[in-house]
């Protein structure tokens, strides 16, 4: 196996990993409740503008996350809990340990937790 390289290599990481969530038992009802079919094309093009700025610094991704996991949330009646983001993140690194090795894939590891925990916090400390 190789490291993540380029675009390329997220493109099918975040295309893979997506694919897992969207059928995953407890994630799925969440993003596909929350993402229309049509929209997901779009959406996966986003997430890896993300990818693509956290792992190599190219400014690409335009967004606010914390913003959108606050929607969901509020859409959720605030009742996204801390094992979503557990789940989130071993399916991401399951995915990222099936695909790729090596230092970025390390790093989008270490982000990837960093990441759940700091939106966690950012929902429930805004929530009524």
């Not at 509020?74 to 099936?98: C, M, P, R, Y």
């Amino acid at each position: 196996m190789k490291d993540i390289e380029n675009r390329e290599d997220l493109i099918l990481l975040v295309h893979t990993f997506y694919a897992q969530i969207r059928q995953n038992e407890l994630l799925g009802p969440i993003f596909n409740a929350h993402i229309k079919k049509e929209q997901w094309p779009a959406h996966l093009e986003k997430l890896t503008d993300f990818w693509v700025t956290a792992l190599f610094g190219v400014p690409c991704f335009k967004g606010n996350p914390t913003m959108a996991h606050r929607t969901v949330d509020k859409n959720l009646n605030h009742s996204i809990a801390q094992g979503h983001f557990e789940q989130w993140v071993a399916l991401w690194h399951t995915t990222i340990d099936a695909l790729f090795e090596g230092t970025k894939a390390n790093r989008a590891k270490r982000a990837a937790n960093n990441m759940a925990t700091g939106q966690f916090n950012a929902i429930t400390n805004y929530r009524p």
